[in-house]
């Protein structure tokens, strides 16, 4: 009965509501205005095709699977270096106010296990983006502080908007502390972008990739072939690495 409900809620909630609407033009314009009914019906086709896990776990695992997540004995580095993915501005906190992402709330609880195991310095990167968004670097100090780390194991770059400023304003910073060797820490399906932009400004990271969104192995099942706007969300997040990685490859 669960999956039944889960069926039918997918075509009632948007993307599935969309789709719905979408297919009853391309029947009721098929025999008056055929061409127009065709490019409607690729239209629905893209957007369902779009909107099903079965594409979107497929696109975002492939960005996930490009770096293997190294063990502990295979660290080899100087600095953890973490990158933001958003931040609330004014949200109530333990100890104060704003709260990360989920995506950046995962970077940071990876960094600050790391840094318990290795010791490591940490360094957070992401500023504030938008004028009712937090600032990432400034709200992940206080959480790591609350988290234990020590204030002098911690640095902060809170002025980056893109991964590209991430990489840019980290650099200038590590090269001022004499740090050269940074694992960077991100969600895996960022990471591959993430280490083309900070191999143009001139540093090797070692990736360590987090917040995975796709179970490893995946399986098959008929739920996944249901629109939802939650895989929409996730192919448009691959979608925009990969352009992004694309753009980083023409700048090169």
């Given at each position: 009965m669960i999956y039944i409900i889960?069926?039918?809620?997918?075509?009632?909630?948007?993307?599935?509501?969309?789709?719905?609407l979408l297919f009853g033009i391309v029947v009721w314009l098929w025999r008056s205005q055929f061409n127009v009914a065709m490019v409607l019906l690729a239209i629905t086709v893209l957007l369902y095709i779009s909107s099903i896990s079965i594409v979107s776990n497929f696109l975002i695992g492939s960005l996930e699977r490009q770096y293997p997540q190294p063990t502990i004995a295979e660290l080899q580095g100087d600095v953890i270096v973490v990158l933001g993915a958003g931040a609330s501005k004014g949200t109530p906190d333990i100890d104060g106010t704003g709260n990360m992402y989920g995506s950046a709330g995962n970077r940071l609880i990876t960094a600050a296990r790391l840094h318990r195991i290795t010791g490591l310095p940490i360094l957070f990167s992401g500023g504030q983006v938008f004028s009712d968004s937090g600032n990432e670097a400034d709200i992940a100090k206080r959480q790591l502080l609350g988290m234990g780390v020590e204030e002098s194991k911690l640095m902060v770059e809170n002025r980056s908007l893109n991964t590209a400023q991430n990489a840019n304003n980290t650099a200038v910073i590590l090269k001022e502390k004499g740090l050269s060797h940074p694992i960077l820490v991100t969600s895996g399906f960022h990471l591959p972008r993430s280490v083309m932009q900070f191999k143009r400004v001139g540093l090797t990271v070692q990736p360590f990739p987090t917040d995975y969104w796709v179970s490893?192995?995946?399986?098959?099942?008929?739920?996944k072939f249901y629109p939802s706007a939650s895989a929409m969300s996730s192919t448009a997040t691959a979608i925009k690495e990969y352009l992004g990685m694309l753009a980083v490859k023409i700048k090169n």
């Amino acid at each position: 009965m669960i999956y039944i409900i889960k069926f039918l809620y997918s075509f009632v909630l948007p993307p599935g509501l969309f789709l719905v609407l979408l297919f009853g033009i391309v029947v009721w314009l098929w025999r008056s205005q055929f061409n127009v009914a065709m490019v409607l019906l690729a239209i629905t086709v893209l957007l369902y095709i779009s909107s099903i896990s079965i594409v979107s776990n497929f696109l975002i695992g492939s960005l996930e699977r490009q770096y293997p997540q190294p063990t502990i004995a295979e660290l080899q580095g100087d600095v953890i270096v973490v990158l933001g993915a958003g931040a609330s501005k004014g949200t109530p906190d333990i100890d104060g106010t704003g709260n990360m992402y989920g995506s950046a709330g995962n970077r940071l609880i990876t960094a600050a296990r790391l840094h318990r195991i290795t010791g490591l310095p940490i360094l957070f990167s992401g500023g504030q983006v938008f004028s009712d968004s937090g600032n990432e670097a400034d709200i992940a100090k206080r959480q790591l502080l609350g988290m234990g780390v020590e204030e002098s194991k911690l640095m902060v770059e809170n002025r980056s908007l893109n991964t590209a400023q991430n990489a840019n304003n980290t650099a200038v910073i590590l090269k001022e502390k004499g740090l050269s060797h940074p694992i960077l820490v991100t969600s895996g399906f960022h990471l591959p972008r993430s280490v083309m932009q900070f191999k143009r400004v001139g540093l090797t990271v070692q990736p360590f990739p987090t917040d995975y969104w796709v179970s490893q192995p995946s399986s098959m099942y008929f739920s996944k072939f249901y629109p939802s706007a939650s895989a929409m969300s996730s192919t448009a997040t691959a979608i925009k690495e990969y352009l992004g990685m694309l753009a980083v490859k023409i700048k090169n």
